[in-house]
Nanobody, 114 residues
Framework: VQLQASGGGLVQAGGSLRLSCAAS????????VGWYRQAPGKPRESVAV???????NYAASVKGRFTISRDDAKDTVYLAMNSLQSEDTAVYYC?????????WGQGTLVTVSS
């Protein structure tokens, strides 16, 4: 399974970005799919996750600003990010669990300028 993340970039505070993560390979029965991020000097943290049964969890810091969605026909998961803040600056990674194994994308950098 390979995950290709894209959509990061430089945006001003208050702006928006949409990240995409396209999955390829042997993907069956996705258990978990989501986005994590890692800011400089900080541990990786969960941002938004879709679990089995379409249960969605957001980090408290992004709730109401970020929206995760998935298009199973395209094997792609998205993260729409609105009202971006400087604290959202990080490398964003997509993550997928299928058949009990976890896979990470390569990361895409989001930089929010204040």
């Amino acid at each position: 399974v390979q995950l290709q993340a894209s959509g990061g970039g430089l945006v001003q505070a208050g702006g928006s970005l949409r990240l995409s993560c396209a999955a390829s390979g042997s993907i069956f029965n996705i258990n978990v799919v989501g986005w994590y991020r890692q800011a400089p000097g900080k541990p990786r943290e969960s941002v938004a996750v879709i679990r089995e049964g379409s249960k969605i969890n957001y980090a408290a810091s992004v709730k109401g600003r970020f929206t995760i969605s998935r298009d199973d026909a395209k094997d792609t998961v998205y993260l729409a990010m609105n009202s971006l803040q400087s604290e959202d600056t990080a490398v964003y990674y997509c993550y997928l669990v299928t058949r009990g194994s976890g896979y990470w994308g390569q990361g895409t950098l989001v930089t929010v300028s204040s």
